[in-house]
């Protein structure tokens, strides 16, 4: 059959109609179909250069104790999952360096940097260690150079220090002289097509766990006020979907790697409980603990510490309108041998061991055990901090110092031994990495007796003071805070202590200056800056008791620090 001229133009047009129509519509479900943005994020990772030591009982499995993280396991890791997303978002909370082991603070803790950056790092919050040295140093850590408050450290291992290649954020730091942010609060950075706002804050509470003299100047401001600000500004430069880096955190009785897990108790859920709605993911720092947990339909994570743990996090977006339509999430412990080291990285930890190796290796001590513990025993001191305490209180007894404390938090391994008992300058500075000097200042017994009571003053229950093993005392949980000490049990050298009576004590400037909420310490009048390092110390304090740890040199046969109920 012949068509005419005129029908055959009019199917032509009605069929490249309809095929524009599919055209478009198919563009149109093209646009509107979501996007996997893929994250990789750690937090407190501490300058552990090297695997250490991890405990851990994943769920459903057995306790296991493991050599696991170095940045050549983790850096073979990241390369693994970019094989899955090359535009994988590797992202940080905070703590990166500071108390860090000697391989890396003996060298201002460039080498950790450097490893960072090499691993693509694109964005870290703040966390208080990053304040150890001061505002000046964390300012060259970003930026670089050698102009450096500890200029013996500083640009030794590379005269050419470029600084951080990722961007330090918090939003809720503030320097008082300008009322500017003391770094960036935010970035944006675009993932398959998907604008996705970073922003950093670290905990408020900074003030209580960092030397005084190393914020001076600065301001910390409610983390979620501060966090909730910056939205409208960062959704005018085009941000759709958030995520919160933030050094605070919690902890949970679940397993490390449980999805959804719902007991996540402590600071940082009143935080996200505040958070803008529009905020759906919480990446935390702070409390060393692993945890994939929800909290108002929010995603909170945690990575542990120390690069043990790397926590995976899958975002679902819609790209047009921002939506994120789900997030799945899981912690991956680095094991040794599950991704092949990185070969560059591993070349590089080999140098920087090489060119410490003299320093960290040489024998300090000798200790009659493989390690002791820093754990504290069921509410009744741990042997290393009574250790810690005891050197700090022989280090002082000819300034007339009867008593010497510790604050556990800056233990921050035990003390180990290699072979034959023999303890490196490496192994003992992994223990006390601070660099704090010994402060001697008196208390009256009173003072004395509302410094031990400080100890449960604070959320999450007791947070014990480590002491010399000369003070004794008996505690009752079930007493009313402020009253937990049992009358009368208070003892120095075993003869009550006397509320009138002034008690010389030492503990390191960070302890002294009111540090990790005991306050009773700053008001200990008398006092002297010793110039003693804690270190120096303990060093010697081993060398005039070669066989402690063993068995029969046993700090506690008799528990001195006793919890009643």
């Not at 945890?291 to 542990?304: E, H, I, N, S």
């Not at 560059?344 to 001590?365: E, I, T």
Request: net charge neutral.
């Amino acid at each position: 059959m012949m068509l005419s001229r005129s029908f055959r133009t009019t199917l032509s047009l009605l069929t490249s109609a309809l095929i524009l129509a599919g055209c478009a519509g198919s563009a149109g479900h093209l646009a509107t179909r979501s996007v996997d943005i893929n994250l990789v994020a750690i937090n407190d990772f501490h300058g552990n250069l090297e695997a250490s030591k991890y405990n851990y009982a994943p769920l459903g499995g057995q306790k296991e104790t493991i050599q696991a993280g170095g940045i050549d396991v983790l850096g073979g890791a990241l390369a693994a999952f970019r094989r899955d997303d090359k535009d994988l978002l590797f992202v940080a909370a905070g703590d990166m360096v500071g108390a860090s082991p000697a391989l890396s603070s003996m060298w201002a803790d460039e080498p950790s940097l450097v490893a960072m950056n090499r691993m693509g790092l694109v964005a870290s919050s703040l966390g208080n260690h990053e304040f150890d040295q001061g505002a000046k140093e964390l300012l060259r850590q970003q930026h670089g150079g050698c102009d450096s408050p500890r200029p013996a450290k500083a640009c030794q291992l590379n005269k050419d220090f470029k600084g951080a290649g990722f961007s330090y954020l918090a939003t809720n730091v503030v320097d008082q002289a300008s009322g500017k942010n003391l770094v960036p609060g935010w970035r944006i950075v675009d993932v398959k097509g998907v604008k996705v706002g970073l922003i950093g804050a670290v905990l408020q509470d900074v003030p209580s766990v960092a030397v005084g003299s190393a914020i001076k100047g600065l301001s910390f401001l409610d983390e979620a006020d501060s966090i909730n600000k910056v939205l409208p500004a960062m959704r005018a430069q085009g941000a759709q979907v958030f995520v919160v880096l933030i050094h605070e955190g919690g902890h949970t009785g679940e397993p490390f790697d449980q999805a959804n897990c719902a007991g996540l108790q402590g600071p940082i859920v009143g935080i996200v409980k505040k958070l803008d709605p529009a905020i759906r993911l919480v990446i935390s720092g702070h409390s060393h603990t692993g945890y994939l947990c929800k909290v108002d339909g929010r995603v909170v994570t945690q990575a542990d510490a120390m690069g043990h743990v790397l926590s995976r996090i899958t975002m679902k977006v819609e790209p047009a309108s921002g939506k994120v339509e789900d997030i799945s999430v899981r912690n991956v412990v680095m094991k040794p041998g599950a991704f092949t080291p990185d070969a560059q990285l591993a070349a590089y930890l080999q140098d920087v061991r090489a060119r410490s190796q003299a320093v960290l290796a040489a024998p300090v001590a000798h200790i009659g055990a493989a390690s002791v513990p820093r754990r504290d025993g069921a509410g009744m001191g741990s042997p290393l901090g009574t250790l810690i305490a005891d050197a700090a209180l022989a280090a002082t007894r000819d300034q007339g110092v009867q008593l010497g404390f510790m604050n556990s938090g800056g233990i921050r391994k035990d003390l180990e031994a290699g072979e034959g008992g023999v303890v490196s300058f490496g192994q003992a500075q992994a223990v006390l990495p601070f660099a704090n000097t010994l402060v001697a200042l008196d208390l009256s017994g009173a003072q004395l007796r509302i410094l031990l009571e400080q100890q449960w003053d604070r959320q999450g229950g007791g947070y014990m003071l480590q002491t010399s093993a000369n003070l004794s005392y008996d505690w009752d949980s079930t007493r009313p805070a402020g009253q937990r000490l049992v009358p009368g049990s208070l003892k120095v050298d075993g003869k009550p202590v006397e509320e009138g009576k002034t008690y010389r004590v030492v503990a390191n400037n960070f302890l002294a200056d009111g540090g990790d909420n005991f306050p009773m310490f700053a008001k200990g009048t008398n006092r002297v800056e010793t110039q003693i390092r804690d270190l120096d110390a303990l060093v010697a304090h081993l060398k005039q008791t070669p066989n402690v740890g063993a068995p029969e040199t046993a700090l506690a046969a008799r528990p001195r620090i006793r919890k009643l109920r």
